[in-house]
């Protein structure tokens, strides 16, 4: 919590709060060891966002790397871009940018254009399977609505 400037946390157990931990954990643990490597039970920089992926999670790539950057700095890790990740920091970046109910820690994701949230929800998770907008369709749409004031 130190890295939100939660220096004394109060944290009141809740069985909901805690059972959506122990989900999002599990379902994070079951698509890390589906993603690894089987050898050295580890993934690279680039497999990170396969892994939120699968998880069925959309983050930006900056905030990927913004969680990446605060979960290693703490470990005195520098060089993320070939450094293989362990299941424990792969979780920890996805809790990260995914806070926990329990933390009681605002929700700082922010809706951009590329990697928009509709009611706290990535919109890209409501995307149909093969459904894709291209730049010059978004162009068109935002042409047509200055054209119409």
Known sequence: MKRYGVTEPKIMLDY??????????NK?????????DDNEKTILYVA????FESCGLFPSNHEIKTAVSAVMIEKG??????????KQQVIEIA?????????????????????????????RMFNK???VTSYEKCFEVLVDLKNEK
């Not at 990170?48 to 892994?51: C, R, Y």
Request: proline fraction near 3%; aromatic fraction near 12%; charged fraction near 30%.
């Open 77 to 86: 890790i520098t060089e993320i871009d070939e450094h293989n990740f362990t």
């Open 16 to 25: 909901q709060e805690l059972l959506h931990y122990v989900e999002k954990r």
């Open 48 to 51: 990170i966002k396969d892994f």
């Open 129 to 131: 399977k093969g459904m």
């Open 95 to 123: 809790f990260q940018i995914y806070v926990p109910l329990g933390s009681h820690i605002e929700n700082n994701r922010k809706s951009t254009w590329l990697s928009p949230l509709i009611d706290g929800k990535e919109a």
């Open 28 to 36: 994070y643990e079951i698509e890390f060891d589906r993603l690894c």
